[in-house]
């Protein structure tokens, strides 16, 4: 299971990467927004921290003007991911950008029949967002379970499932269970997956134990 960071904070996309656990980098208008700072600027910056896919999605509505944007984006690096949102237009730009060689993320997936509609598009992500599903009374992760289901019955959909709006460790482990390809985290979800009192008190008594031997490896 591969996870990206879901966020456009570029010093917590440093520190985060640090840890070896980032495999690729979500943004959305929103987290832009957030950082007060140039889109194109941003993105770039993200793009030189981490390798792997980095999605930056276009502003339009129209087919048109999105395929500019999702030009202009893809020339950033060859690690931008367009993403793109799940609209009759957003998705005939999925396909001219997909068919052009250039990596798709359509957003905003609600639904397993937009995400079949996704996949037949070319899209080499579909990100359905569990957390705004459970937010309405909707079981988001069993949208992942009928998509991953879905998806395992043609092999030549090539789409990936990028598990969105993610909320907290257990969207993680459920999303896991199921197979998704991704997990898109917000950071705080990140540091929390790391979190355990069994782990704190543990080590404490490692800790002390330890002290009382007197010893050093380093110096052993
Ligand atoms: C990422 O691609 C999505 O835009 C993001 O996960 C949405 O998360 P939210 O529902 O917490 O805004």
Same mark, same amino acid.
């Given at each position: 299971?591969?996870f990206f960071?879901?966020?456009?904070?570029?010093?917590?996309?440093?520190?985060?990467?640090?840890?070896?656990l980032?495999?690729g980098?979500t943004?959305?208008?929103?987290?832009?927004?957030?950082?007060g700072r140039?889109?194109?600027?941003?993105?770039?910056e993200?793009?030189? %921290?981490?390798k792997g896919p980095v999605?930056a999605e %276009?502003?339009?509505?129209?087919?048109e003007?999105?395929?500019a944007?999702?030009?202009?984006?893809?020339?950033?690096?060859p690690? %931008?991911?367009v993403k793109v949102p799940?609209t009759?237009?957003?998705l005939?730009?999925?396909k001219?950008?997909?068919?052009?060689g250039?990596a798709?993320?359509?957003?905003?997936?609600?639904?397993?029949?937009?995400?079949?509609?996704a996949a037949?598009?070319?899209?080499?992500?579909v990100?359905?967002?569990?957390g705004?599903?459970?937010?309405?009374g909707?079981d988001?992760?069993?949208l992942?379970a009928?998509?991953c289901?879905i998806?395992?019955?043609y092999?030549d959909?090539?789409?990936?499932?990028?598990?969105a709006?993610v909320?907290h460790?257990?969207h993680?482990?459920?999303?896991?269970?199921?197979g998704?390809d991704?997990?898109t985290?917000?950071?705080?979800?990140?540091?929390?997956?790391?979190?355990?009192p069994?782990?704190?008190?543990?080590?404490?008594a490692?800790?002390?134990d330890?002290k009382?031997?007197?010893?050093?490896?380093?110096?052993?």
């Open positions: 299971m591969k960071i879901d966020t456009a904070d570029v010093p917590t996309i440093r520190e985060l990467a640090a840890t070896g980032v495999d980098v943004t959305n208008p929103s987290l832009v927004a957030k950082t140039k889109f194109i600027d941003v993105v770039a993200i793009c030189a %921290v981490v999605s %276009v502003a339009a509505l129209d087919h003007t999105m395929l944007e999702g030009r202009r984006l893809a020339r950033i690096a690690n %931008v991911v799940l009759p237009d957003g005939k730009t999925c001219a950008l997909s068919v052009a250039t798709v993320n359509v957003t905003l997936c609600f639904s397993a029949a937009q995400a079949i509609l037949k598009a070319g899209a080499a992500y990100s359905p967002f569990v705004r599903l459970d937010d309405v909707s988001g992760m069993q992942i009928d998509i289901e998806y395992d019955q092999p959909f090539a789409t990936e499932v990028l598990v709006s909320r460790p257990i993680v482990v459920q999303a896991a269970k199921l998704a991704v997990a985290l917000p950071p705080a979800v990140l540091k929390q997956m790391f979190a355990h069994l782990t704190d008190k543990g080590l404490a490692f800790v002390a330890w009382s031997t007197g010893q050093s490896i380093l110096e052993g």
